[in-house]
């Protein structure tokens, strides 16, 4: 069963189609890593999965259920706000700027949303944000301020504040864009072991290195459609759109 589906999903900003009648499947556990240049499409992608902004037209499923509209009277009509922010707690998003609340530590930045909004127990939640924050590798930083960490620790710190909540899909936008090339790596290496665990995940990125060594499947953008689809090998060893070879070219 596909964890993700988008069916004929369609956005567009005024004049501008930004996402023109998008199909995509992602199944439990596959790693889908999203290429294609500026404008393409890639970010309003992710975030209208995340429901970050509505649809104008298809359907986006997660595990099976529709996301944002519910069935009435023979058509559809937009979820109430409640059950859509629901929807919304079982997917996790990391943006290329971390967000992070910047008067709280990095574990009360980690426990904040499953504590209030979630309304789970503070103690369980501190004992998993810790296992979360170790898992980042920052197991010696929780009591730092953002101001304190470095960019690559802060991205991590977000990644853990992701995983907190037990998303079914981790989204990830550009999540290394915004670091000094030095901090790339470390950041890398956490979506690597995240990959290796099983998550099921989708990663906007410019990491071809990265995205060839850890993708299952990748998507590459362009002008709002999925020009080519396929595994790394195949989409990176032989591509058959001459866009995709340009991208390649410019970009490897
Ligand atoms: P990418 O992430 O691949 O660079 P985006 O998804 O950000 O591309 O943008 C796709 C297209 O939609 C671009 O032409 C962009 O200018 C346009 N776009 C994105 N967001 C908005 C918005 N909020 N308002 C108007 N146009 C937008
Ligand atoms: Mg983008």
């Not at 706000?81 to 700027?97: E, L, W, Y």
Request: some cysteine.
């Amino acid at each position: 069963m596909n964890v993700v589906s988008l069916r004929g999903v369609t956005k567009r900003f005024g004049e501008h189609t930004a996402l023109d009648q998008v199909d995509l499947d992602v199944a439990e556990g596959e790693v889908v890593v999203v290429i294609g240049p500026s404008g393409s499409g890639k970010s309003t992608l992710v975030r209208c999965v995340h429901q970050l902004e509505p649809i104008d037209g298809g359907a986006i499923h997660l595990d099976g259920e529709l996301l944002g509209y519910e069935h009435h009277r023979g058509g559809l009509r937009p979820l109430p706000p409640r059950a859509r922010a629901a929807q919304r707690r079982r997917i996790g998003m990391v943006f290329q700027q971390f967000n992070l609340f910047p008067h709280f530590t990095a574990l009360r930045n980690v426990t904040e949303a499953p504590v209030r909004v979630h309304g789970r127990d503070r103690a369980d939640t501190e004992r998993a944000a810790r296992e979360l924050l170790e898992r980042v590798g920052l197991g010696d930083r929780m009591g730092h301020y953002p101001r304190q960490l470095s960019g690559g620790q802060q991205q991590r710190v977000a990644i853990a504040r992701a995983l907190a909540v037990d998303p079914r899909v981790l989204l990830f936008d550009e999540p290394t864009s915004a670091l000094d090339p030095e901090l790339v790596e470390e950041v890398l290496g956490v979506l690597r072991g995240l990959a290796r665990d099983g998550l099921t995940m989708v990663v906007v990125t410019h990491e071809m290195a990265f995205a060839r060594e850890v993708a299952d499947r990748i998507v590459f953008m362009e002008a709002g459609r999925i020009l080519e689809t396929g595994p790394p090998d195949r989409l990176f060893g032989s591509p058959s759109s001459a866009r995709l070879r340009a991208f390649l070219a410019r970009h490897t």
